[in-house]
């Protein structure tokens, strides 16, 4: 019942962690054994060096923070347009109405199907940055609208015969009771994010970008490269979600457990 | 002044309460009796501005704070936290402090026993200035010892209030009240309403084994 | 309409020849000619200025070209045809600058011609496009019939076929430039067996070559800037001929462009990516004849009808 | 307070909904007008048109049908596997350590780095499946993960002290409190699979699919099909998601409010 | 018999139970007594095997069944369905009618009083067989009228079994306990430890009063 972690315990969370990484990789290892085809599947080790020559160049940076630019920014517009939305279409029924056919359109239109006008009307630049947006949005969208009509009737009646404020019944009822959802959302939106921001890049290939990188891995066979660039999309994605999960718990009103 | 006027509600088409007709005094304590089921908490919701779609009037309620029948404590909130949310940090102290909880101030509402609990929400509704105050079973889960001390506080802190209280035990009511309404089952009507006269402070034991005597009748 | 020309453009201070043209190219092949003018451009040593623009998917060259944000492209000629009749005739054909790039790989050393086919299964890909056009088109003329005397086995994408082309898991492949270079440098085993446009030559005449890339001019554009056309023409031309023949210098330049990314696949790639100029007249006959022969086969890989005449750029 | 929908207010609702529509379909012609280029935006008009021309074709049919087993498939072995991980992660802290490492792959992982391999051991007619159960897997898993989670304590010791079985214990316990958050990961990945099975379609082009008929839409720029084809997509993805919400709500031990 | 044995628990490192022995005979209600938060329902929870992380022994609780202090029911079950997901549907009818909730049987949880809950939250208990049975406060928010038929209920159910009830109410003790243990809010210690030997059933008032005497001294 203490929450409080020693730090033996904490060594122990780690080391269970790094087996568990430490058993895909020999999996990994096994497959490329097995394989035994260069072009198809490169070794753990192949691709950590080839990371490691990889960070040396500036072309390694200039490409990876862009990509974190273009995408992290789609993910946060996501994230306030999906809180508002929600709140919109939860609290009046027009709204959810109006909105329910832009919901189903957004979550089930493939890319293919208006990338032509995404590039003319948002300019390439900006479209991967636009999927990383439509990727999110339903995400959180869905994920803060069950949580608002979750929130538990009984305190809402509290907020309201104690005449909280509206600002104060959503930072201390609501905020509380939808931010495990929001957050949900948030690490799933993120890596979801990232795939499909980096997909775009594929496709419009801006001259510095992580999308760029894995399209020339991809068609100049070169698999060390391809391996390494996902590796590092993996890794970005990982970091980050941990950053928002550390971000978003300090402004918790729940204790964290 | 509170006037409930043809007041009616149903659920469903049954009627839980029809044509009530009450007025609850300004500066007054009303305990509420009645069997369970029969509609007090329905009748307190309505007073309290939680229930919408009913028949008739409510008059003269002004600023309603309220003892929910269940804690409804939030969760990720301390026990002082429960508290400071609708009132400042010192009167949330004092009330804790009233309530013998001050060792529990930084606990949450789920290291806490159900008594504890029911003190922290009781704690709550006296800490805001309001004109109403709906006490829904606030005695609930309470020992002998800690009801006496309970008592002395909701007298304090009803001054100038409309109280309206409900409990199940009759020693509370002779203990607080200044008029005790004992509505049926059947419909909410009224059936005996009893206005005691000397102000609660002021009974001792011979006079309050006279009001029991009184209600038992 | 897509009239957004360059009026709004800041040339009032450039001398009155000197023209910004807007040029998107997709990566590969149909770019690579354009790399020393690039080079010439940045360094300022051009009569126009250029802003070029490389894409990798056909359909940014479509967004631009039908946004007005280019007023060149770069792109498959049937694409070209299509654009024309979908813009109500907006597009002209400037040039042709690449012909065939596809060619039949083989891991091993038994075939030589499309004659030596029989009885084999191509690999390919481009299914319900202009490879796979071409392919049946010629072993058809070659009097092989698909599905009896060859079979044909589709895979999605380039990149895929040749992963397996390396990994020499298909013995015989059909791939276009620049994946030809790469899977024969990753794969020493695996060589190009037929060139098909020599192929296509044989049926059609040499003056009639196979071809696949060329150059597009919107109209307004071009009647507003007919001189500005013409000097990028001389200046197209004469790039085109220093990357064939100064094959090394060239390969760096389209890598610093980003045009391919391998100096050593670039070199190798050029003279199999068969980088022309072919204007005018000769422009027009080939390209007729390569229009017609995809037409023949689905008049929708041209836009649903053969251009008229007003397509092609008389200089 | 009551749960019967009068038939009056039934049509209210359904009118709204229409009217919503509506309003999209104007916004639709007038975006369309001010285009004026039908190689970037077609009418509402020519895609209803398009659209009844296509259903007349048989091949309609079967692409159709196709691509609904295709995507379907892969959803449902999603949902399957997603719930049965959740399970597993959430009761047993070895899994989780296990098995977080994959689901941060698979979130963040772009379909360019594996599509090659995918195609290579999947094979062409697999990997739309394959990506549509990719997408919808961590939704399911990370839904169901924190409904598990989120089941009431309390109750959960009721179970206990009431010696009920495992069986009951998820049955009477578990499915009804997980089931909201199953049901809005259901319908979320539902549209997610749809866009993303649709999007393999159109790289791994089958000989009939729905993507196939994009990717010649999009090639030999027949920009009504295309429109009309999405809205294919789109209209299955509302129909299909309807059914699985009746489908899943039959199992619903809650009331339907 | 239940024997607990140098039973000890703290909550971070404060002993709310500290080294308790004590013996539950078979077939007898004892009902335990004490300040709130004194630690009653944390007993109730080790014995009911609901707490882990404790020190002592437990021996001899058998099969058990509880009442929790929280209602704990399924929102999304009807009244009966509350009862029959641990019984029959014949028992469960039974009860609900025992509890005088026949015309709520197809009610859901919110759309109860708080005192139907209760009750149903006791007939859940009561309808199941078994060798304990752990009641805490389950006449809490009870009138008195329906506390009399309610006693003559548990009692009926008890039979056999080991019984141990908590409540803040010394009425109930006397009206159904065979033994009242009172604790001290300090470290759980037995402070009172009273055997009552006239068999609740054939308690009249005159004895009832007495007992309560016995007690209050
Ligand atoms: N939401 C609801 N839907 C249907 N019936 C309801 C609803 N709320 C209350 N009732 C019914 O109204 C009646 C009165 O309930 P109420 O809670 O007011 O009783 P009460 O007098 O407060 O009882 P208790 O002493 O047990 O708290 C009960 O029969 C109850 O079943
Ligand atoms: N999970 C917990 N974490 C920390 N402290 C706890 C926890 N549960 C109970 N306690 C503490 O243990 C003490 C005993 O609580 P318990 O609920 O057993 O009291 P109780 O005798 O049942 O009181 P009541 O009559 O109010 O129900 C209280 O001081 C309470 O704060
Ligand atoms: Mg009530
Ligand atoms: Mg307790």
Same mark, same amino acid.
């Given at each position: 019942m203490t929450n409080s972690i020693t730090p033996h315990k904490k060594t122990k969370v780690i080391t269970k962690k790094l087996l568990a990484i430490a058993f895909w990789i020999l999996l990994w290892q096994v497959a490329y054994t097995a394989v035994a085809q260069e072009i198809l599947i490169v070794s753990p080790v192949q691709v950590i060096t080839r990371l490691f020559e990889l960070v040396r160049l500036p072309e390694f940076w200039l490409s990876t923070l862009l990509s974190i630019s273009r995408i992290m920014l789609g993910y946060l517009i996501a994230v306030v347009v999906g809180v508002l939305l929600a709140v919109l279409t939860t609290k009046i029924s027009f709204f959810y109405d109006l909105f329910y056919p832009v919901l189903s359109l957004i979550k089930a239109m493939p890319v293919a199907s208006f990338i032509i006008l995404a590039l003319v009307w948002i300019g390439r630049d900006n479209v991967p940055m636009f999927i990383s947006f439509l990727m999110v949005l339903p995400i959180v969208w869905s994920n803060v609208s069950a949580g608002i009509n979750g929130v538990d009737k009984g305190l809402l009646e509290v907020a309201k015969v104690f005449e909280f404020s509206s600002a104060k019944t959503v930072l201390k009822v609501y905020v509380p009771s939808v931010l495990p959802m929001f957050l949900s959302a948030c690490t799933t939106g993120l890596g979801f994010a990232w795939k499909a921001g980096i997909s775009a890049e594929v496709i419009s290939?801006?001259?510095?970008s992580i999308g760029t990188q894995l399209y020339h891995a991809k068609i100049y066979i070169e698999t060390q490269d391809l391996f390494a660039w996902t590796l590092v999309v993996v890794l970005l994605s990982v970091l980050i979600e941990k950053m928002v999960v550390y971000l978003i718990s300090k402004f918790d009103g729940r204790r964290t457990s | 002044m509170i006037k409930l006027e043809n007041l009616s509600k149903s659920f469903e088409d049954n009627f839980v309460i029809d044509n009530l007709n009450v007025d609850f005094l300004d500066n007054s304590i009303t305990c509420v009796l009645s069997?369970?089921?029969?509609?007090k908490t329905t009748m307190l919701r309505i007073i309290s501005g !939680?229930?919408? =779609?009913?028949l008739g009037k409510v008059i003269g309620a002004g600023k309603v704070s309220v003892t929910f029948?269940? =804690?409804? !404590?939030? =969760?990720? !909130?301390t026990a002082l936290q429960n508290i400071e949310i609708v009132s400042d940090s010192k009167t949330a102290k004092k009330l804790l402090e009233q309530m013998g909880l001050s060792a529990q101030a930084d606990k949450y509402p789920n290291q806490l026993s159900g008594g504890m609990r029911r003190r922290i929400s009781l704690a709550r509704s006296l800490a805001v200035q309001s004109d109403t105050l709906i006490l829904d079973e606030p005695l609930k889960g309470l020992d002998v010892a800690l009801k006496q001390s309970v008592y002395s506080l909701i007298l304090d802190y009803s001054k100038g209030k409309t109280v309206i209280m409900t409990t199940h035990d009759v020693i509370d009511a002779v203990n607080i009240a200044d008029r005790i309404l004992y509505f049926s089952a059947n419909g909410f009507k009224i059936e005996k309403d009893i206005a005691f006269e000397i102000p609660p402070k002021q009974r001792d034991e011979k006079i309050i084994n006279k009001y029991m005597e009184q209600i038992m009748e | 309409g897509n009239k957004k020309s360059n009026e709004d453009k800041p040339t009032l201070t450039s001398p009155p020849q000197s023209k910004t043209i807007n040029i998107a190219t997709l990566k590969g092949p149909t770019g690579m000619g354009i790399s020393k003018l690039a080079d010439n451009a940045k360094k300022g040593e051009t009569k126009n200025k250029y802003n070029i623009t490389l894409v990798s998917a056909p359909e940014e060259i479509v967004s631009m070209v039908s946004s007005g944000k280019v007023d060149m492209a770069m792109c498959p000629i049937n694409l070209a045809s299509t654009l024309y009749n979908k813009t109500n005739k907006n597009v002209n054909l400037l040039?042709?600058?690449?012909l065939g790039v596809l060619y039949i790989l083989e891991n091993g050393n038994t075939i030589n011609s499309i004659k030596d086919l029989k009885g084999k299964t191509i690999y390919a890909t481009g299914q319900g496009a202009t490879p796979e056009y071409i392919l049946k088109y010629l072993l058809e003329k070659n009097g092989l019939e698909v599905g009896k005397d060859v079979k044909i086995e589709f895979k999605s994408e380039h990149s895929e076929l040749a992963t397996l082309a390396a990994t020499g898991d298909v013995a015989v492949c059909m791939l276009p430039e620049p994946n030809v270079s790469v899977v024969t440098a990753q794969n020493k085993n695996v060589r190009v067996a037929i060139d098909l446009t020599k192929e296509w030559e044989k049926v059609n005449g040499e003056e009639n070559s196979l071809a696949q890339g060329c150059i597009i001019v919107n109209k307004d554009f071009l009647k507003d800037n007919k001189n500005a056309v013409k000097a990028f023409m001389e200046e197209y031309e004469n790039s085109v001929k220093f990357v064939n023949n100064n094959k090394s210098d060239a390969a760096k330049l389209i890598v610093e462009q980003g045009i391919l990314p391998n100096e050593a696949i670039a070199e190798k790639a050029i003279p199999t990516c068969n980088i022309v100029f072919i204007k005018g007249e000769d422009m027009k006959r080939v390209a007729k004849v390569n229009l017609q022969m995809l037409f023949d086969i689905n008049p929708q890989s041209v836009g649903k009808a053969m251009p008229d005449d007003e397509f092609y750029y008389a200089s």
């Open positions: 290939v801006p001259e510095y | 069997a369970s089921g029969a509609g !939680l229930e919408k =779609d009913y029948q269940e =804690d409804r !404590l939030f =969760d990720w !909130l | 040039a042709l600058n690449t």
